[in-house]
């Protein structure tokens, strides 16, 4: 797993640890990021972890990092730098079947979806094709079924602050049955789909917002229902 430790408030680390003979353990030393924010970790189908986080930097408020950890070793190696927009809002980080890196992140116009190639990140879709760009898209999280075929699910201003869901399926970008799933004024959204390719969305409500207000709403698409 991966943590980041803000015991020091002007400089945060990020370790990834394992559990090996019943003890937590640090996979080589922290690494030193300002305003380190949002790790992730994934498992490749060959085991190896991928970690991912944002974090400060002068010139440009954001940015992002992929390290693969590699060999007997657990050797960490930076893949190149992944595309962050300005005006960042969020960012969600996953692993294809296959164990390709694919990053979905929103400024606080437009979200789009991003592929690592071995040498370099290229845009899901048309280059620099924005899925949604409706003046205010946050809060995204990527999953994948298990053809490899990506989803994605944000918070949809344009359909009053609701969850909407999109897959990418010959070369374009698709709504999931209707844009708008969920109660309104959703955060904090996050995307599953389990190994029967079942899909699931999970979202807070803020307090103050009706009857959902100050809940976690978890949803499970149904095709069969229309």
Same mark, same amino acid.
């Given at each position: ?30 690494? =030193? ?77 437009? &979200? ?5 190639? =071995? ?13 949604? %760009? ?25 359909? =009053? ?46 307090? =103050?917002?009706?009857? &959902? ?10 095709? %069969? &229902?229309?």
């Amino acid at each position: 797993m991966s943590y980041i430790d803000v015991s020091q408030s002007s400089f945060q680390y990020v370790h990834v640890v394992r559990l090996q003979d019943g003890n937590w353990q640090k996979i080589q030393t922290g690494i =030193g990021a300002r305003g380190a924010n949002h790790s992730v970790i994934a498992l490749d189908p060959s085991n190896a972890p991928y970690l991912f986080y944002t974090y400060y930097n002068v010139g440009n408020p954001v940015k992002a990092a992929v390290a693969k950890y590699e060999g007997q070793s657990l050797t960490r190696n930076f893949l190149s730098e992944p595309p962050i927009p300005s005006g960042y809002w969020s960012a969600s980080f996953a692993l294809d079947p296959g164990g390709v890196p694919y990053m979905a992140y929103t400024n606080n116009a437009k &979200l789009a979806v991003a592929r690592y190639t =071995g040498s370099a990140w290229e845009a899901v879709g048309t280059a620099d094709f924005p899925i949604q %760009d409706n003046g205010g898209v946050l809060y995204a999280s990527i999953a994948f079924d298990s053809q490899g075929t990506p989803y994605v699910a944000y918070r949809d201003v344009a359909n =009053g602050n609701r969850v909407t869901v999109m897959k990418f399926e010959n070369m374009s970008w698709s709504v999931v049955e209707y844009a708008g799933i969920s109660a309104d004024n959703a955060e904090w959204v996050n995307l599953a789909i389990d190994s029967t390719d079942n899909i699931y969305v999970s979202y807070y409500v803020a307090t =103050g917002n009706g009857a &959902l207000g100050g809940k976690v709403t978890v949803l499970k698409y149904d095709p %069969d &229902l229309h």
